[in-house]
């Protein structure tokens, strides 16, 4: 009897590593913004996205690219209230914040979807 409580309770405390955990951290106080764009990437299977935090200019700032890898994909760069601040590639070929790449400190990834 010992061995089988033994083995279930082994068994628990290893399926208990595998379980999903749907929540997510996100940066910033007000982030409802924030969160409707990760949901929007939840639900769009057909492109991959990532959502990252960077340090920029003394502040907490949200990058986004909604199509990782397309030809057009455009990154916006937003501050904690979901001000647009920064603007890279799209078909025009926008670079508004020039010095991002060298100034901004990555963080991490807030959300990649697949």
Known sequence: MKKVFFVIS???ISLSAFTCDDS?????DNNEWLQERVNA??????????????EYEGQVVISINSCVGCADAMTIVYDCTGKELCKFGGIAGFN?????NDAAVFTRVIFESN
């Open 41 to 54: 990437m939840k639900h769009n299977t057909s492109q991959k996205g990532i959502i990252e935090q960077y």
């Open 10 to 12: 082994l068994l628990s």
């Open 96 to 100: 508004t914040c020039p010095d991002f």
């Open 24 to 28: 997510l951290s996100l940066p910033c």
